[in-house]
């Protein structure tokens, strides 16, 4: 079955670096959406791509869909506190409507 | 933006009882809602999809008479847990969106799960 991975697993940031998670899918995906959890929380929408090399941004948040639509990426820029949680991608296969698949998620540390 | 509660946030139950979670779409109306299980510090794991007036979509490995689904209006779909063990305990997430096709999904805040 589909499969989403991202990767890093966990990243420890200072405040003020940046950050970037990958997410990889075992098949090409329709589109693509992206959600937060904080801790304790649950996931909120942030955006979705649907285009191929699809680059869209928020503020300080760059969200990027692959040429072959099987991968993502989502960079944030001078990270703050604020930004910590969980980032998930979360994909659907091509070819119709299909099931949402969610990727294993990032967790994002900031230290002030 | 659109608001999706859950009821109950958090349930402890003995082992062999049935335990009901609602999830409501406040003020938008829901075409599909969907049912998700997290464990701590994973991922999300889609059970079963949902649609108003016609039979869940089960994932595999998800048990149908054990999940029970219904989605009896635009607004509200539930989850019961049938005959519960420990191993159900888990978060229980829902999210509902407005489209038969891919979405915004907008999620409930969960319902923590214990049965002991």
């Known amino acids: 079955g589909q499969q989403v991975m991202q990767i890093p697993q966990y990243q420890h940031v200072q405040e003020g670096e940046d950050f970037t998670t990958y997410c990889n899918s075992s098949?090409?995906?329709?589109?693509i959406q992206w959600y937060k959890q904080r801790p304790g929380g649950h996931p909120v929408f942030l955006i979705q791509?649907?285009?191929?090399?699809e680059v869209k941004k928020q503020k300080r948040l760059t969200f990027q869909f692959g040429e072959a639509k099987k991968n993502s990426s989502l960079h944030i820029t001078a990270t703050q506190t604020t930004d910590v949680g969980t980032y998930f991608c979360?994909?659907?296969?091509?070819?119709?409507?299909?099931?949402?698949?969610f990727g294993t998620g990032t967790k994002l540390q900031v230290i002030p | 933006g659109a608001v999706v509660s859950q009821h109950p946030s958090r349930v402890i139950c003995k082992s062999g009882t049935s335990v009901k979670i609602e999830c409501r779409s406040l003020?938008?109306?829901?075409?599909?809602m969907f049912w998700y299980r997290q464990f701590p510090k994973q991922s999300l794991m889609l059970m079963a999809t949902?649609?108003?007036?016609?039979?869940?979509?089960?994932e595999q490995g998800v048990e149908k008479d054990k999940f029970l689904i219904n989605h009896a209006s635009l607004t509200l779909s539930t989850l019961t847990v049938t005959s519960a063990h420990p191993e159900d305990s888990s978060f229980y997430i829902c999210?509902?969106?407005?489209?038969?096709?891919?979405?915004?999904?907008?999620f409930g805040p969960g319902t923590r799960l214990t049965v002991t």
């Open positions: 999210s509902a969106s407005a489209g038969l096709a891919f979405y915004e999904q907008y």
């Open positions: 098949t090409t995906l329709s589109n």
């Open positions: 791509l649907v285009k191929s090399g």
């Open positions: 979360a994909g659907m296969g091509s070819g119709g409507y299909q099931k949402v698949t």
């Open positions: 003020d938008f109306q829901a075409t599909t």
């Open positions: 949902s649609n108003e007036g016609s039979k869940a979509t089960y």
